[in-house]
């Protein structure tokens, strides 16, 4: 239910997130980048929870605030994924037992780094005293403590990157928004759930009058 309620509120918010998405894709390409576009579209739907008219300044204050942590990031999960992905290219044809454990590692390797990071960078916007290392750590516990809604999230995460790999232009256009709208969704309703934060009742929005005022 609270990866759909994150779809839902990217509806409502589209001409924002669609110059957000189409940032996130531009700044992911150099891979090492990744990270800090990641978090500059989270830190953009955060703040879009929470304020009656979100602005694309919201996701250079988050790729600002964390590039140089995101690049390290960027690094050490590019280096992870090649480790992996060789892994199990390297013994795609060997099927005795110890290989297949192997690859069942492997892959779950892979399945848990990207749910961390669908996790971490809306746990760090929400943390009083933000650090990565904490938004990590509380990100692991988080997939720990509620293992079927994570299961749960992370399948509506995956039917969206489907979807994009089926209608390319989504990947620009919509992809970023969208996973960063379901992992604040997510996030938000545990920390609701353990009693750490209030239930959000956002602002309606004013009106914009000027293209400055929609976009930017």
């Known amino acids: 239910a609270a990866g759909w309620r994150g779809l839902r509120h990217m509806l409502t918010q589209s001409h924002v997130y669609i110059w957000a998405s189409v940032l996130w894709f531009l700044l992911t390409l150099p891979i090492i980048t990744a990270p800090p576009a990641w978090a500059g579209i989270c830190r953009m739907s955060y703040m879009a929870l929470r304020q009656p008219s979100p602005r694309l300044d919201d996701f250079w204050d988050?790729?600002?605030?964390?590039?140089?942590?995101g690049l390290?990031?960027?690094?050490?999960?590019l280096l992870l994924v090649i480790v992996n992905l060789v892994n199990l290219m390297g013994y795609s044809r060997s099927i005795n037992l110890q290989t297949s454990i192997l690859r069942i590692i492997w892959i779950m390797t892979l399945a848990s780094w990207f749910g961390i990071q669908l996790y971490a960078f809306p746990l760090l916007n929400a943390m009083e005293k933000p650090t990565l290392y904490g938004a990590y750590r509380n990100a692991v516990v988080?997939?720990?403590?509620?293992?079927?809604?994570?299961?749960?999230v992370g399948v509506i995460a995956l039917l969206v990157i489907i979807a994009s790999v089926i209608i390319p232009v989504a990947i620009v256009l919509i992809s970023g928004a969208a996973l960063a709208s379901i992992g604040n969704a997510a996030v938000q309703d545990r920390l609701v759930a353990a009693g750490i934060q209030k239930g959000i009742t956002r602002p309606e929005p004013e009106a914009a009058t000027t293209f400055d005022e929609i976009y930017l």
């Open 62 to 69: 988050g790729f600002k605030a964390h590039w140089k942590g």
């Open 72 to 77: 390290a990031l960027g690094i050490l999960g």
């Open 142 to 152: 988080m997939i720990f403590l509620n293992p079927l809604f994570s299961l749960g």
